[in-house]
């Protein structure tokens, strides 16, 4: 039973038994939490900041990102081109998102992952087994190819 009495909310619970004891700090608590929050006599509505007068669009939330994401760091105009290229490309929506990721330095690589604290030092071996840094995989791979064109030939 909740309405607006005197341009104020009123919750009105009715509840289906009566509180145990420890239940009445916890109800109590609750009220607290209601009866402080502000409410107003309006439909509830979603509102896109970024861009008020028209709302929600994709080429705004692309124009926000490209707003907060390119030009929070100095870039080239090279790189600003290549940013904004990126979504107009007529290519499937995950090579574009790969490139974006690419573009900014978010490929969950091992050595990326080490650098940004998601995983530990003693966590990156190269798969190849012998190198213990990005280089030393670098190494491994170029090696494994040369041995791999030798014996082709």
């Excluded at 608590?29 to 861009?51: G, H, I, P």
């Amino acid at each position: 039973m909740r309405s607006w009495v005197n341009g104020l909310w009123w919750w009105g619970l009715i509840w289906r038994r009566n509180f145990f004891v420890w239940e009445i700090p916890l109800a109590r608590e609750m009220d607290e939490v209601l009866n402080n929050s502000c409410l107003v006599e309006e439909a509830d509505r979603w509102v896109w900041n970024a861009n008020v007068d028209d709302g929600f669009s994709v080429k705004s939330l692309y124009d926000w990102l490209f707003v907060s994401l390119v030009h929070r760091v100095t870039r080239t105009s090279l790189e600003v081109f290549a940013f904004s290229s990126i979504w107009k490309c007529a290519v499937p929506s995950k090579v574009s998102a790969l490139a974006w990721q690419l573009f900014l330095d978010r490929i969950p690589t091992k050595d990326n992952l080490c650098h940004r604290r998601i995983i530990h030092i003693d966590e990156v071996d190269c798969a190849m087994g012998g190198g213990d840094s990005p280089a030393g995989c670098v190494d491994d791979v170029r090696d494994s190819c040369w041995e791999w064109e030798k014996q082709a030939n």
